[in-house]
Nanobody, 115 residues
Framework: QVQLVESGGGSVQPGESLRLSCVVSGFTFPMDYATQSWYRQEAPAKGRELVAMTPGGHYADSVKGRFTISRDVAKSTVYLDMSSLKPEDTGVYLC?????????WGKGTLVTVSA
């Protein structure tokens, strides 16, 4: 059973940085066979916004130049380095793994940016 577990969220002030991590377990294919992404959900009733994706280095316009996605295949971990955080970056950040049109999701980690 594939499981994704996020960590690293927290409460920070504008301008600060955070690193999110997502550890994948139970995935029987090499990690680089899959696409991995980070999504943000501002509220339960709102949809999920794609923040960053690898491979390909796709980023939402709102985070370009501030966020960096990377992954360590040997550790089965994908990271999201976030800098110059803004209040509008607040939300639950969810890790996604997609292979052959099948999506796997973590439960998310909350990031709150406020003064």
């Amino acid at each position: 059973q594939v499981q994704l577990v996020e960590s690293g969220g927290g409460s920070v002030q504008p301008g600060e940085s955070l690193r999110l991590s997502c550890v994948v377990s139970g995935f029987t294919f090499p990690m680089d066979y899959a696409t991995q992404s980070w999504y943000r959900q501002e509220a339960p009733a709102k949809g999920r916004e794609l923040v960053a994706m690898t491979p390909g280095g796709h980023y939402a316009d709102s985070v370009k130049g501030r966020f960096t996605i990377s992954r360590d295949v040997a550790k089965s971990t994908v990271y999201l380095d976030m800098s110059s955080l803004k209040p509008e970056d607040t939300g639950v950040y969810l890790c996604n793994l997609r292979i052959s049109s099948t999506d796997y999701w973590g439960k998310g980690t909350l990031v709150t940016v406020s003064a």
